[in-house]
């Protein structure tokens, strides 16, 4: 019994009639679950920052560094084990736009003005009147940088860059932020400068600087000592210093980027002056 041309279409890819490729039906079980767990720890630090309270904030940015990891293991299992796929792909950039974009600007908005006293401080009315509007930026910058990395993906070979600050390392940097100091902020001009930062944050998503990526790492491949303990001793630092470790670690992520950069216009520079 022949299929009718409706039937073809709906079994070919889309833009393919009657092709020979069939749509693979189904999911892949373990990288599709990891990301739920990544999606589940962004709700739960959602309901954290709406519910309040400077321990419940801290619960908020404890939920997003699991996300972190979450994120990092459904990308490495899935690589792993043969298992990317399209869905897959989407899903994920769903979930970061909730874990890594809306969430942490949830968790800045709340930590950074939601303690502010007005009275009848003009400059208290300003910093709240724009506190919503760089968290906005936030969220759009992270959406923004999900496109444009489902579009053209990473740069250089064995996918050793990122094209930008990877949305959860800027959700991180956050969330490390909220971690360290602990209290809600409640002066206006300490709720200024975390503002700034989290619109640098933004701004370094949707920029065109390179950051260095760990997707190429082939960890199947026997590495030096070194390399085991320095693993080793981050572990450590972070289950038992976790405030300053986390914060050390966002700190050195987010300006190792823009130093690579620096060194790299520094060098193209004095190559065209020795040419």
């Known amino acids: 019994m022949e299929m009718s041309e409706a039937e073809q279409q709906e079994l070919s890819f889309p833009?393919?009639?009657?092709?020979?490729?069939?749509?693979?039906?189904?999911?892949?079980?373990?990288?599709?679950l990891?990301?739920?767990?990544n999606l589940l720890c962004g709700y739960y630090a959602i309901l954290a920052v709406l519910t309040g309270g400077d321990n419940r904030l801290d619960f908020a940015a404890r939920a997003i560094g699991i996300a972190i990891l979450f994120d990092t293991f459904d990308g490495f299992v899935a690589r792993l084990t043969g298992t990317n796929s399209e869905f897959g792909k989407q899903f994920d950039?769903?979930?970061?736009?909730?874990?890594?974009?809306?969430?942490?600007?949830?968790?800045?908005?709340?930590?950074?003005?939601?303690?502010?006293?007005?009275?009848?401080?003009?400059?208290?009315?300003?910093?709240?009147?724009?506190?919503?509007?760089?968290?906005?930026?936030?969220?759009?910058?992270?959406?923004?940088?999900?496109?444009?990395?489902?579009?053209?993906?990473?740069?250089?070979?064995?996918m050793r860059y990122f094209v930008g600050i990877p949305c959860p390392a800027a959700a991180g940097a956050i969330a490390a932020t909220v971690h360290y100091f602990q209290g809600s902020l409640d002066r206006w001009t300490f709720s200024a400068v975390f503002l700034a930062l989290v619109l640098f944050l933004a701004a370094l998503m949707t920029s065109k600087i390179r950051y260095p990526s760990f997707k190429g790492v082939n960890w199947a491949r026997r590495q030096q000592s070194l390399v085991i303990i320095l693993i080793g001793l981050t572990a450590?630092?972070?289950?038992?210093?976790?405030?300053?470790?986390?914060?050390?670690?966002?700190?050195?992520?987010?300006?190792s980027g823009l130093t690579l950069e620096l060194v790299r216009m520094i060098r193209h520079r004095f190559h065209s002056q020795a040419a």
């Open 15 to 32: 833009g393919q009639r009657g092709g020979n490729h069939r749509r693979r039906r189904g999911i892949y079980i373990l990288p599709s």
């Open 34 to 37: 990891l990301t739920v767990g």
């Open 93 to 158: 950039s769903l979930a970061d736009v909730i874990s890594f974009g809306i969430a942490p600007a949830a968790l800045a908005y709340a930590w950074g003005v939601r303690s502010l006293v007005r009275g009848d401080s003009p400059a208290v009315h300003v910093v709240q009147e724009l506190a919503w509007l760089v968290c906005l930026a936030f969220v759009i910058c992270t959406a923004w940088r999900l496109a444009r990395f489902n579009i053209h993906g990473m740069t250089g070979s064995g």
């Open 236 to 255: 450590w630092s972070i289950i038992f210093y976790s405030e300053q470790a986390l914060i050390v670690l966002a700190v050195s992520y987010m300006f």
